[in-house]
């Protein structure tokens, strides 16, 4: 007996090993027979709900992130706590209506059923043909479109013989469409009520057409119309103030809706003084754009640098001679001071995408926003932690002469990195820098 006990636990070990927890926890709880068990228990029908209910509570704590582990400490936890809701695992409530598509109506009867929402009947040309022959695919034929006006789509590519895989694909299609029309017609045991649209010609958006076309005269119902409502004398001279009033009242509700609960800005967004510059060679948005990327590129240690450069010059609008350009200033990164910093460092990171809330009132009066609470979003350049402390750094290409020009245009752009660093890592900041490719140096601002 013991034995037996055992190699079902060693089973059980197995399956939490080589499936998902809440699968691994399914599979258990079918295989112990908790489901009849619960049946066949008082209160069969609500105890058997629970069990689906905890399951479903598993996967969801699953998607969370939690490990079989954690799976079995969150089934306890339920374990002592009633679920919320009784629910009726099979659906034999009186007086109950079941909403569901065809698929999920597969197996399933009831006494009446309706078949609704006449007025839907999407049919799109076929995008893909899927060779169905034996138990394997052995082929799969895409048709490539693009979208041209809000209903036309343009044909960038198609197989060879593509007409005749689309006729195939629509038989199927008829055919899958033929079968779910049997089953929408077979659930009913005493009535089937079939939705029709009155203003539809010809029935042309309704799904049950065949339906209501194959049907014999004699089995349909006689019922009459409900009649039209009456029109009072002066329902059109009050339209206009109606209209009036309903404008107002969803004004009223939209206005304190729209209101937004919190604001997100970037460190360069806040406007900095005009300092004097000096005219270079290059410079400009897209140089800027290059040498961060190239940068970017050069301390992760890329392999073939010279195309990374022309691919980044090509990309911002540049000429490709300016190759030695961009050469030299990286060449002058590496002879630089920050540079022999990046080697010797801990941790080395760049393009780090960063985003806080939780800032000092000096940076969130800078942003001049008054109510609701600020979010600042931005990306370092670069970062690098040496024994005590980390380092920001923030490249700029600006041609301007003097440090304090720098400091004055830049400044608390890099310190609001650095508080920004410093509250989401918890971890100390030591310095805030930016490094000039102009004057080829650091510069110190936190």
Not at 244 to 273: C, F, M, Q
Not at 282 to 301: C, D, L, M, P, Y
Not at 366 to 379: L, M, P, R, Y
Request: with cysteine.
């Amino acid at each position: 007996f013991f034995g037996e006990i055992f190699c079902t636990l060693k089973k059980y070990f197995n399956w939490t090993n080589c499936l998902p927890p809440a699968a691994a926890m399914e599979k258990i709880a079918t295989d112990l027979g908790l489901v009849p068990f619960a049946l066949s228990n008082e209160f069969g029908k609500a105890r058997c709900s629970y069990v689906f209910q905890i399951i479903e509570l598993l996967r969801n704590g699953e998607f969370e992130g939690e490990d079989f582990s954690g799976l079995v400490r969150l089934f306890g936890d339920l374990l002592e706590f009633t679920p919320e809701e009784e629910l009726d695992v099979l659906g034999e409530k009186k007086d109950s209506v079941r909403i569901m598509n065809l698929h999920k109506a597969k197996g399933l009867e009831a006494p009446v059923v309706f078949l609704a929402n006449p007025c839907k009947n999407v049919q799109w040309p076929p995008d893909q043909h899927v060779k169905r022959v034996g138990e394997k695919v052995p082929g799969l034929y895409l048709l490539f479109t693009r979208k041209k006006y809000e209903w036309v789509t343009e044909v960038l590519g198609q197989p060879l013989n593509w007409d005749r895989y689309a006729r195939e694909e629509k038989s199927y299609c008829d055919a899958e469409e033929k079968r779910l029309l049997y089953v929408a017609a077979t659930r009913a045991k005493n009535m089937l009520i079939i939705s029709d649209n009155l203003k539809d010609e010809g029935n042309k958006k309704n799904a049950w057409a065949r339906l209501l076309e194959e049907i014999p005269f004699h089995s349909v119902l006689e019922y009459d119309y409900l009649p039209e409502p009456e029109r009072k004398d002066d329902s059109f001279s009050s339209l206009e103030e109606d209209f009036t009033t309903a404008k107002s009242n969803l004004r009223n509700w939209i206005e304190p809706a729209s209101v937004p609960g919190y604001h997100i800005v970037s460190p360069s967004d806040v406007e900095r003084e005009t300092a004097f510059r000096v005219a270079g060679s290059t410079g400009g948005q897209a140089w800027g754009s290059v040498i961060h990327r190239v940068f970017e590129k050069v301390v992760r240690g890329v392999d073939d640098l010279n195309t990374e450069i022309m691919i980044a010059l090509e990309e911002n609008g540049l000429e490709k001679g300016l190759l030695a350009e961009v050469s030299k200033t990286v060449e002058e990164l590496r002879n630089s001071e920050l540079w022999k910093r990046i080697e010797k460092a801990e941790t080395v990171i760049t393009e780090v995408p960063v985003a806080a809330s939780a800032v000092s009132e000096d940076i969130k009066d800078a942003f001049g926003i008054e109510g609701g609470k600020v979010i600042v979003s931005g990306i370092v350049d670069l970062m690098f932690r040496e024994p005590d402390g980390w380092v920001i750094v923030d490249y700029k290409t600006d041609a301007l002469e003097n440090s304090a020009d720098f400091i004055r245009e830049y400044g608390f752009q890099v310190k609001t990195y650095c508080e920004m660093v410093e509250h989401i890592l918890g971890e100390k900041v030591k310095e805030g820098c930016l490094y000039s490719t102009y004057k080829r140096e650091m510069i110190k601002v936190w």
